[in-house]
């Protein structure tokens, strides 16, 4: 098996900038677990951080944004539901790429 391009997908928003540091902490931490295992993750949280303090960039933008990065990926991670998350897993679905939404799922790739 080859390695798998995976799209790290969870919740990014918050009240606040801690609440979105732990988010984007959170998603950090399954990605490197996911690169430990031989893959190669994609975190859309770091991407984008502070990306919603500014009003140029709506919520729809951010996401037709990170819409287009999934679209190169082969499989994406769901760490938990969220308003993005939830329209990411959808076209993960479409796209027909792989559904990960636990560690144990994802092959370790062996060289």
Partial sequence: MKPLKIYISGPYRGKNKIEIAKNIKNADKIAKEIAK????????????????FDPSFSF???LEID???????DAIFLIAPSKGANYELKEAKKLGLKVFTDLSQIPRIHK
Wanted: proline share 8%.
């Fill in 37 to 52: 295992l031989g893959h190669f993750p994609f975190i859309p949280h770091k991407m984008i951080d502070d990306w919603q």
């Fill in 60 to 62: 729809k933008k951010v």
């Fill in 67 to 73: 819409l287009q990065w999934l679209k190169i990926c």
